[in-house]
């Protein structure tokens, strides 16, 4: 089974401007014979008829049949350009994958989840499941029904078991941001920083003596290089939010692990086993 690869780019900062233009955009076809959505000239057209101000990523490349890289065959000619806010759009079947570094609300990727949505189409991963993903109680509730170890947790205002790990959970908050206390001080100016001066509740973690904070990309569920110990988990939370590109954050203990969150993935810190991973996906490759 192929994927059928639609694949645009643009900065999150650009949505609403781009929404109609999209549905008017023309449209090429590869030398495989597939349609490729043009909302904006392509970067070699004469500069005179390209619009500017809006930096794009847009290519289609079909599979290769070069050795494999990290068990993944490259793709012909070049791979996607993995450039930062690029997304990426991807059919297999009668299903659109939307690929980005973050899904947050109000984001680019977003509005494209919620577009297809409007159309009538399928698309993974949904608009509802990326709005529970970063939102860490739901997140670790969504997790945990689905048999995932979590860390205990609470919501509060002020109070927190120490050692602890915090999280903000206002509107301007992001997972990407946890902070590890140990004492009352620095829980205190912490608790105040994540909480606007005690305008929003935060969330806490119990962060065990001895523990450490695992990170592990899962790319459509798959995961790449030195994260055996999580993989099973990997599949599962794809199997429940459908994102193809996002970071686990664990709390290791021992040989124990415990989902504290999971956050947006910069494709400037993918290993060179996940780039092989998600290039090939992004290919229209088919995987043995």
Same mark, same amino acid.
């Not at 577009?115 to 970063?134: F, M, N, Q, T, W």
């Not at 996002?246 to 504290?260: E, I």
């Given at each position: 089974?192929?994927?059928?690869?639609?694949?645009?780019?643009?900065?999150?900062?650009?949505?609403?401007?781009?929404?109609?233009?999209? $549905?008017?955009?023309?449209?090429?076809?590869?030398?495989?014979?597939?349609?490729?959505?043009?909302? /904006?000239?392509?970067?070699?057209?004469?500069?005179?008829?390209?619009?500017?101000?809006?930096?794009? /990523? $847009?290519?289609?490349?079909?599979?290769?049949?070069?050795?494999?890289?990290?068990?993944?065959?490259?793709?012909?000619?070049?791979?996607?350009?993995?450039?930062?806010?690029?997304?990426?759009?991807?059919?297999?079947?009668?299903?659109?994958?939307?690929?980005?570094?973050?899904?947050?609300?109000?984001?680019?990727?977003?509005?494209?989840?919620?577009?297809?949505?409007?159309?009538?189409?399928?698309?993974?991963?949904?608009?509802?499941?990326?709005?529970?993903?970063?939102?860490?109680?739901?997140?670790?509730?969504?997790?945990?029904?689905?048999? !995932?170890?979590?860390?205990?947790?609470?919501?509060? $205002?002020?109070?927190?078991?120490?050692?602890?790990?915090?999280?903000?959970?206002?509107?301007?908050?992001?997972?990407?941001?946890?902070?590890?206390?140990?004492?009352?001080?620095?829980?205190?100016?912490?608790?105040?920083? *994540?909480?606007?001066?005690?305008?929003?509740?935060?969330?806490? $973690?119990?962060?065990?003596?001895?523990?450490? !904070?695992?990170?592990?990309?899962?790319?459509?569920?798959?995961?790449?290089?030195?994260?055996?110990?999580?993989?099973?988990?990997?599949?599962? !939370?794809?199997?429940?939010?459908? *994102?193809?590109? /996002?970071?686990?954050?664990?709390?290791?203990?021992?040989?124990?692990?415990?989902?504290?969150?999971?956050?947006?993935?910069?494709?400037?810190?993918?290993?060179?086993?996940?780039?092989?991973?998600?290039?090939?996906?992004?290919?229209?490759?088919?995987?043995?």
């Amino acid at each position: 089974m192929r994927w059928q690869g639609i694949v645009s780019g643009t900065p999150a900062g650009w949505t609403d401007s781009l929404m109609n233009e999209r $549905q008017e955009g023309t449209k090429t076809l590869d030398r495989d014979g597939i349609s490729v959505a043009s909302p /904006v000239a392509p970067p070699h057209d004469p500069p005179a008829t390209r619009k500017t101000g809006l930096p794009t /990523v $847009q290519q289609t490349v079909s599979p290769s049949g070069k050795e494999k890289k990290n068990g993944y065959k490259p793709p012909a000619k070049r791979e996607h350009a993995l450039v930062k806010d690029a997304l990426f759009v991807i059919k297999r079947d009668d299903t659109h994958h939307v690929i980005s570094e973050n899904y947050y609300y109000k984001t680019e990727p977003y509005y494209t989840i919620l577009r297809h949505e409007l159309e009538g189409k399928r698309v993974e991963p949904s608009s509802s499941a990326v709005l529970d993903a970063y939102v860490i109680p739901i997140c670790l509730s969504r997790a945990s029904l689905a048999g !995932i170890p979590v860390c205990e947790w609470g919501i509060s $205002q002020a109070y927190v078991p120490l050692p602890a790990l915090l999280y903000g959970l206002n509107y301007f908050s992001t997972t990407l941001d946890y902070f590890i206390v140990n004492d009352n001080d620095k829980a205190k100016d912490v608790i105040k920083h *994540i909480t606007n001066n005690g305008k929003y509740p935060f969330c806490f $973690q119990k962060y065990p003596e001895g523990s450490e !904070i695992y990170t592990c990309t899962t790319i459509f569920g798959r995961t790449a290089g030195a994260c055996t110990p999580v993989a099973d988990y990997a599949e599962k !939370i794809y199997e429940i939010f459908r *994102i193809p590109l /996002v970071t686990m954050v664990f709390v290791a203990n021992g040989a124990s692990f415990a989902l504290s969150s999971l956050s947006p993935t910069r494709y400037a810190h993918l290993s060179e086993g996940e780039r092989a991973l998600l290039s090939a996906y992004l290919a229209n490759q088919e995987f043995l």
